[in-house]
């Protein structure tokens, strides 16, 4: 494989490819186009009533782009169930670096001044490819991602990549569709201008 860089990372979201370390494989990183793959359509997003009383009842704060690289480290961690990560230290590397250079972003959730939840992605055009989230507490990363599809709606974007399926995205709306409607809807959002908040 071609040495990893921020430039091949983000011609490789650009042709639907995404990177996972292979844990068991010493962290050898390999590329996934998977069919189907899993979108988030922004204009149908479901929050529960539960959790959008969450939200408003301001028991959260919501941050942008402040720690990103702890986010990463936080995802990456070991959880019950999950011992081990697709996230190397290399990834976390690279991903930083597109942060660094505005082509990814964290949406954070903080509580009495800690991290406690967040999730992040890259950005590129209409495109926005959720990547992974983390949660401390319960509802923390429900929250960041009701947040950040606020961000993608307010911001123009027009494609939610969640890349694979899993009961969790389901609640919010969540669907398969085939790799090659993926890559029509991917080529439109490069496409696109967007905003993302400063």
């Known amino acids: 494989m071609d040495e990893l860089t921020p430039n091949l990372l983000l011609s490789a979201y650009c042709q639907g490819l995404f990177p996972m370390a292979d844990p068991d494989a010493g962290g050898e990183i390999y590329w996934y186009d998977p069919d189907p793959r899993t979108i988030i359509p922004l204009d149908a997003f479901h929050a529960s009533r539960r959790l959008r009383r969450i939200v408003r009842?301001?028991?959260?704060?919501?941050?942008?782009?402040?720690?990103?690289?702890r986010v990463m480290e936080l995802c990456a961690a070991p959880a019950p169930g999950r011992e081990s990560t697709w996230l190397s230290t290399e990834l976390i590397d690279l991903f930083t670096l597109l942060a660094d250079h505005g082509?990814?972003?964290?949406?954070?959730?903080?509580?009495?001044?800690?991290?406690v939840g967040g999730i992040y992605g890259v950005s590129v055009g209409g495109?926005?490819?959720?990547?992974?989230?983390?949660?401390?507490?319960s509802n923390a990363s429900s929250a960041a991602l009701a947040h950040l599809v606020s961000l993608l709606q307010q911001g123009g974007f027009t494609l939610f990549d969640v890349q694979y399926e899993n009961p969790h995205l389901l609640q919010f709306g969540a669907?398969?569709?085939?790799?090659?409607?993926?890559?029509?809807?991917?080529?439109?959002a490069l496409e696109v201008k967007t905003t993302w908040p400063t």
């Open 175 to 188: 669907v398969e569709i085939s790799r090659q409607k993926y890559k029509r809807r991917l080529a439109a």
């Open 57 to 69: 009842s301001g028991v959260f704060e919501m941050r942008i782009d402040t720690q990103f690289r």
């Open 103 to 115: 082509f990814a972003h964290s949406v954070e959730t903080w509580q009495n001044g800690e991290l």
């Open 127 to 137: 495109l926005f490819a959720g990547e992974s989230m983390f949660s401390c507490v």
